[in-house]
Each structure stands twice: as structure tokens, then as C-alpha cells.
């Protein structure tokens, strides 16, 4: 017997319409689904965005108040797109009223906030979400299989990128994420948190790390309130600084014992989202580029093949089929997307809290706050639980 669950979703931007997309798509790619969403009001503080989102995305109401959303009676799940200084008291807020909760990476702005989340959650016995998307495209599913079936054998080598260059334009707007106060870290929080994320998944904990940052470009355009994204360019009117990284690197040692390196950038010119992972065992390896998001690399020492073997996401994999019935048929973005959606609503229905969750988020947070030390230390950090 399946149930239907009312949904608010604050700030509607690119990633608030993603998430409202892939709410909408449960019902027809998921038709097996124990709690199918209804959306019931978007919030974004440019009036004209939230009254456009009401009408195309099949909200029954919209507001520019964030609060009205989590005060609506009709509201199950509060799902926060906003930027990360509103992160911490939007939980607050909503965890007290005893409602789920999904938000997007990096769940507020510094470690500490995220500590802060997660204890506001956990207090209130709700259940959490974190949109690390890249983690479910079905051939990642798949590697993660292959390593704990031990077909790569230990785990010796791990490298992680994310090297998106929309920010690559020296015109390029200064939104949000460009600002310290209101994004906390630049590239650390935005990109590094997925490369964590994904590391933590197929390779397990981190035990030390030491790290490189850079600003390459210092000053940007204002932006107009609401009107475009953090893609966009604009060459009229005043700049104001840069205040915080546009790349971040680290070399990392894992708990298992392996080593690897870590690279993201925001600025970088050729790659325009190579969120990317290469592991290696003693007995095989595997490679996979967002950029080409239904292709896995896969070697062994079997003696089957000399050299990589291209595998083709299919039905075989997790999630596919879902979306296609034939292999090689691709999966896009936001397919991730609702297959992310779908795994956080069956933590619902089943009352049990899934992964990734806040808990997860913060153990990423610890990684990326031992970064920061040795920023300044120049030596290497263990992470601090």
C-alpha cells in the first residue's frame, strides 16, 4: 500500500528545480514505490522565480518566505536548496516541527555548522538526506559491487577530481558561492565535497591529509538579484572581490592503508564536469569520468583482458532500468537525481535512516576541515571525528 508525502521545497534555482523535477518523476520511473511526493509550496526569495516554479513544476502554492514552507500542515519533507548560510537555522527550524529533511551538499558552511546540523536532526529523531548525486549513476553502483566483491583485490591507490570550469570566465558573476560569509569554503565545499563523498563510499574512511588552495581569479561582477546562475556572465556594472578558494587539492592517506590524491578546481579551462575517480588494487582497477557518466573502465589481473574493458551502463546495473531498457542507453543528471529522491523516500517509508544522511555529510565535513588546518599548518592533519 503506498502513501503520499507533501513536500516544500526552499530556494528555487537550478538545483531547487532539479530536486522539484525529480519528485515529479517518482510516480512514473518508480511506480513501485512505497510514498509517492506531492508538492505543495516552493519558497524563493525573487518572487517572480517562486510564481514561476508554482506553474510549471505543479506546486499547489508558492511564497517568499522560506518559513511558510516549513509551517505548512500539508508539508511531510522540507527539502533545502538554498545557499549554505541558510542551512543551519533552516534545520533548526524544520527539525523542531518534526519534519524530514533533505539538503543540498555541503550542509552549511564549515564543519561546525555542519556538526550543529546534524545534532539539531539527531535530537529530533527526523530523518536527513544529502544530495551527493554522482554516487548513484548505476555504473558507480557497480564498481562499488566489484570492490567489495574484492575483484580489485586491496585497495592501493586512490585518485579523486572534480575539475568544473564554470567559474572559468573571468567575467563570470560573483554569486553566493564566491563569497566567504556566504558560502564558507569556494571549491572545498562545493566540488571537494563530492570527490570526498565518493572516496568515502568505494575506499572507505580517511585518516590523514595534507592540502594546497589557490584564488586565481580575485574580483567578479555583481550579479542582479534572481536572474541567472553560477554559470553565468555579466560584463556591465561594479566587481567586488573573490573571498574564497578556487581550487583545492589534497594528498590523502586512507584507514585501509591506501594512498591517493584528491583535485578540484572551479576555474580550470578544458574539463567542464570531470567529477572523476581512478582506484587501483592488487589485483585490478577501475576508472570513471562524470563526463561520460555511463562508461566504467574496468581492469583485473585475471588474464581475461590486456588492459581496460569498457563496460556500458545497462539493466544489469543498479538503476537503470528504471530509466532504460536496453544497454547503452544513457542516464543524464538529473536521472541521478530522481534516483537519489527515490532511495531518501523509501528511507521514509521504511522509518530507518538511509546513507548518505547528515551523518555522512559531517564525516565529509571532518575530512574537509583537516584540509583547512593544513592550509595553515603545512603538515599533515589526521581528521578529527
Known amino acids: 500500500m503506498s502513501s503520499s508525502i507533501g513536500i516544500g521545497v526552499i530556494g528555487m534555482g537550478w538545483m531547487g528545480t532539479v530536486h522539484s523535477r525529480s519528485y515529479n518523476q517518482i510516480k512514473p520511473r518508480f511506480p513501485e514505490s512505497r510514498v509517492f511526493p506531492q508538492l505543495v509550496i516552493c519558497a524563493d526569495d525573487v518572487a517572480?522565480?517562486?510564481d514561476e516554479a508554482k506553474e510549471s513544476l505543479g506546486f499547489s502554492r508558492s511564497t517568499t518566505d522560506w518559513q511558510d514552507v516549513i509551517r505548512d500542515p500539508d508539508v511531510d519533507v522540507v527539502n533545502i536548496t538554498a545557499p549554505n548560510f541558510l542551512h543551519l537555522d533552516m534545520v533548526r527550524q524544520a527539525a523542531a516541527t518534526g519534519k524530514h529533511i533533505f539538503c543540498e551538499k555541503p550542509v552549511g558552511r564549515?564543519?561546525?555548522?555542519?556538526?550543529?546540523?546534524?545534532q539539531t536532526a539527531r535530537d529530533a529523531?527526523?530523518?536527513?538526506?544529502?544530495?551527493?548525486?554522482?554516487?548513484?549513476?548505476?555504473?558507480?553502483?557497480?564498481a562499488r559491487q566489484l570492490i567489495a566483491d574484492g575483484k580489485l583485490g586491496r585497495i592501493t591507490h586512490y585518485r579523486g577530481r572534480f575539475f568544473a570550469g564554470y567559474a572559468s570566465h573571468p567575467e563570470g558573476v560573483l554569486s553566493w558561492r564566491f563569497q566567504r560569509e556566504a558560502a564558507g569554503s569556494g571549491s572545498l565545499g562545493d566540488l571537494m565535497s563530492h570527490v570526498t563523498d565518493m572516496a568515502h563510499m568505494l575506499a572507505g574512511p580517511i585518516k590523514r591529509v595534507i592540502g594546497n588552495q589557490a584564488t586565481f581569479i580575485t574580483e567578479r561582477p555583481t550579479p542582479q538579484p534572481g536572474a541567472g546562475t553560477h554559470f553565468?556572465?555579466?560584463?556591465?556594472?561594479?566587481?567586488?572581490?573573490?573571498?574564497?578558494e578556487d581550487y583545492a587539492s589534497a594528498l590523502v592517506q586512507f584507514e585501509n592503508g591506501a594512498h591517493g590524491t584528491f583535485e578540484v578546481c572551479r576555474v580550470i579551462q578544458g574539463p567542464k564536469c570531470q567529477m572523476a575517480f581512478e582506484i587501483h588494487g592488487t589485483e585490478g582497477a577501475i576508472h570513471w569520468d562524470f563526463e561520460r557518466m555511463n562508461e566504467l573502465q574496468v581492469f583485473t589481473t585475471d588474464g581475461t583482458h590486456d588492459g581496460y574493458t569498457t563496460i556500458q551502463s545497462s539493466p544489469a546495473h543498479p538503476g537503470?532500468?528504471?530509466?532504460?531498457?536496453?544497454?547503452?542507453v544513457g542516464l543524464g543528471y538529473d536521472d541521478l537525481k530522481v534516483i537519489e529522491v527515490y532511495h531518501f523516500l523509501q528511507s521514509i517509508a521504511n522509518g530507518k535512516q538511509g546513507k548518505p544522511g547528515f551523518a555522512e555529510a559531517l564525516a565529509v565535513g571532518n575530512v574537509l576541515a583537516a584540509i583547512v588546518r593544513s592550509w595553515a599548518s603545512e603538515r599533515w592533519e589526521k581528521i578529527i571525528d
Open 48 to 50: 517572480a522565480r517562486a
Open 110 to 118: 564549515s564543519p561546525q555548522e555542519t556538526a550543529a546540523i546534524v
Open 125 to 142: 529523531g527526523v530523518l536527513t538526506w544529502v544530495g551527493y548525486n554522482y554516487r548513484w549513476a548505476p555504473v558507480v553502483q557497480h
Open 232 to 244: 553565468s556572465v555579466g560584463t556591465d556594472g561594479p566587481k567586488e572581490p573573490v573571498t574564497n
Open 320 to 328: 537503470h532500468i528504471h530509466f532504460n531498457p536496453g544497454p547503452a
